[in-house]
């Protein structure tokens, strides 16, 4: 297993020299030739934090006004075969205790950017990633965000196309990550090597037979995960429709040289309904993996609906049911997001069962051409092998009332709500923040050639 593990290394060193030699080579390339969207926004904000616990002697509470700053980059770039997502956003507080006396300072930082490099007239494609995220080990939420753990995640990969007919394409990749973070966080890295072989259908269909073999090394504890699905997509006149069905095998060495074997059957079936105005998508996935092997697997996202925090799990397989909901015209003046989500996990470390739910809901008014009201609400519950019975969740609810002071500077009333009940040995917790927020912004658009 040693040796399997160090040949995945070689390879990953391969896959960041191969991108830096080809990075080098589109360098030439200047992102200022086409700049779809940047834009960004800088805040100071004041406020007041209540906080009421639930403890065995009665209920203690808390007051902390604060003051903080935040700031948030997003933005689309393009320039011939190279492109550029980002989007991230950050904030520092400061937060003084009003019954001990004492300061504290918490900040968080969340985002995600992706660089790809992909010409059709070329055979090879390289991409680069970044996230930054907020994760948790174990069950069991918290009130404040920021009181997560933070990991960074590094990827690089590369990929070589050939054409064996007029209507295929054989795609053989690497792609690596690693990631940077507290305590057990540190020194988590996978590799993964894949060859994909698609064939043209029709003009809106196409089917692949793709294979995978990922390595993950997380202190100490090595794993190879092995992969194969079959996957047909087809483009509708009002959305789109995909499914995949194959399998995983895993092995797993631990420290002590004991090991370990796994399979399950895998597959994925998702539809999409979109129109200029909504989107709505259900899918359903089933698959084997764990959170170090998704170093080099999982692609940044950009959602309106990302997780305030992400469970680091171990070798799972994973059942996981969801829909999200988007229209930008509920009404005249409104706008509207749904989601929910559901999922079953089955260690195959350990053999415990877990079950996980989340949904949430975004609601936004216009009230007036200078003022707008925005309303959200999410929860997210974990259960044990009964999918029945929450033994941990919370609720959050967030307000802004916003107010157009010019172009480009707006003033905003927050107010943010989050109950967190648990059977687990811990506190029931309630926390309520008002925020008086000045916001300067800028958001530039453009195509130039």
Same mark, same amino acid.
């Given at each position: 297993?040693?040796?399997?593990?160090?040949?995945?290394?070689?390879?990953?060193?391969?896959?960041?020299?191969?991108?830096?030699?080809?990075?080098? /080579?589109?360098?030439?390339?200047?992102?200022?030739?086409?700049?779809?969207?940047?834009?960004?926004?800088?805040?100071?904000?004041?406020?007041?934090?209540?906080? &009421?616990?639930?403890?065995?002697?009665?209920?203690?509470?808390?007051?902390?006004?604060?003051?903080? %700053?935040?700031?948030?980059?997003?933005?689309?770039?393009?320039?011939?075969? /190279?492109?550029?997502? *980002?989007?991230?956003?950050?904030?520092?507080?400061?937060?003084?205790?009003?019954?001990?006396?004492?300061?504290?300072?918490?900040?968080?930082?969340?985002?995600?950017?992706?660089?790809?490099?992909?010409?059709?007239?070329?055979?090879?494609?390289?991409?680069?990633?970044?996230?930054?995220?907020?994760? &948790?080990?174990?069950?069991?939420?918290?009130?404040?965000?920021?009181?997560?753990?933070?990991?960074?995640?590094?990827?690089?990969?590369?990929?070589?196309?050939?054409?064996?007919?007029?209507?295929?394409?054989?795609?053989?990749?690497?792609?690596?990550?690693?990631?940077?973070?507290?305590?057990?966080? /540190?020194?988590?890295?996978?590799?993964?090597?894949?060859?994909? *072989?698609?064939?043209?259908?029709?003009?809106?269909?196409?089917?692949?037979? %793709?294979?995978?073999?990922?390595?993950?090394?997380?202190?100490?504890?090595?794993?190879?995960?092995?992969?194969?699905?079959?996957?047909?997509?087809?483009?509708?006149? /009002?959305?789109?429709?995909?499914?995949?069905?194959?399998?995983?095998?895993?092995?797993?060495?631990?420290?002590?040289?004991?090991?370990?074997?796994?399979?399950?059957?895998?597959?994925?079936?998702?539809?999409?309904?979109?129109?200029?105005?909504?989107?709505?998508? %259900?899918?359903?996935?089933?698959?084997?993996?764990?959170?170090?092997?998704?170093?080099?697997?999982?692609?940044?996202?950009?959602?309106?609906? *990302?997780?305030?925090?992400?469970?680091?799990?171990?070798?799972?397989?994973?059942?996981? %049911?969801?829909?999200?909901?988007?229209?930008?015209?509920?009404?005249?003046?409104?706008?509207?997001?749904?989601?929910?989500?559901?999922?079953?996990?089955?260690?195959?470390?350990?053999?415990?069962?877990?079950?996980?739910?989340?949904?949430?809901?975004?609601?936004?008014?216009?009230?007036?051409?200078?003022?707008?009201?925005?309303?959200?609400?999410?929860?997210?519950?974990?259960?044990?092998?009964?999918?029945?019975?929450?033994?941990?969740?919370?609720?959050?609810?967030?307000?802004?009332?916003? &107010?157009?002071?010019?172009?480009?500077?707006?003033?905003?009333?927050?107010?943010?709500?989050?109950?967190?009940?648990?059977?687990?040995?811990?506190?029931?917790?309630?926390?309520?923040?008002? &925020?008086?927020?000045?916001?300067?912004?800028?958001?530039?658009?453009?195509?130039?050639?």
């Amino acid at each position: 297993m040693k040796l399997r593990v160090d040949r995945a290394r070689q390879l990953q060193a391969s896959i960041l020299i191969g991108f830096c030699m080809l990075g080098a /080579n589109a360098s030439g390339q200047g992102l200022s030739d086409k700049v779809t969207a940047i834009y960004g926004s800088g805040s100071v904000f004041t406020g007041v934090t209540h906080t &009421r616990t639930d403890t065995d002697s009665g209920t203690d509470t808390n007051t902390e006004p604060s003051v903080g %700053v935040s700031a948030s980059l997003g933005g689309n770039l393009d320039s011939g075969a /190279n492109s550029l997502q *980002l989007q991230y956003g950050g904030t520092l507080e400061t937060r003084r205790d009003t019954f001990g006396g004492g300061q504290t300072d918490s900040s968080s930082v969340t985002g995600a950017s992706r660089f790809t490099h992909f010409d059709p007239a070329s055979r090879f494609d390289f991409n680069l990633g970044h996230t930054v995220s907020s994760v &948790r080990n174990d069950t069991g939420f918290v009130v404040n965000p920021s009181s997560y753990d933070t990991r960074n995640t590094l990827s690089a990969g590369a990929g070589l196309r050939f054409f064996p007919g007029d209507l295929t394409t054989l795609r053989f990749s690497g792609q690596a990550g690693k990631s940077f973070g507290e305590d057990e966080l /540190n020194g988590s890295e996978s590799v993964t090597a894949s060859a994909d *072989l698609t064939r043209r259908l029709s003009e809106r269909s196409s089917a692949s037979l %793709v294979g995978s073999r990922s390595w993950s090394d997380d202190d100490g504890l090595d794993t190879i995960i092995d992969s194969a699905q079959i996957i047909y997509n087809r483009t509708l006149e /009002n959305g789109s429709f995909s499914i995949g069905v194959g399998t995983s095998r895993s092995e797993t060495e631990f420290a002590d040289g004991s090991e370990s074997d796994g399979d399950a059957a895998t597959g994925f079936v998702n539809r999409t309904w979109a129109s200029d105005e909504s989107q709505t998508t %259900v899918a359903y996935n089933r698959r084997l993996s764990d959170s170090t092997t998704d170093l080099s697997l999982d692609i940044p996202v950009f959602l309106d609906f *990302l997780p305030d925090s992400i469970r680091i799990r171990d070798l799972v397989i994973s059942d996981a %049911v969801s829909i999200t909901h988007n229209t930008t015209r509920l009404c005249d003046v409104c706008t509207l997001g749904l989601m929910a989500e559901a999922s079953m996990l089955e260690s195959q470390i350990t053999g415990a069962t877990t079950h996980e739910y989340r949904t949430g809901i975004n609601l936004g008014v216009q009230l007036t051409s200078l003022q707008r009201l925005s309303f959200g609400y999410s929860w997210q519950g974990d259960a044990a092998e009964d999918e029945g019975t929450i033994i941990d969740q919370i609720h959050s609810l967030t307000t802004r009332w916003t &107010r157009q002071l010019a172009e480009n500077t707006s003033f905003s009333v927050d107010f943010n709500q989050s109950y967190l009940r648990s059977k687990l040995d811990r506190n029931d917790q309630d926390q309520f923040t008002l &925020r008086l927020v000045l916001s300067h912004g800028f958001s530039l658009m453009g195509n130039g050639g």
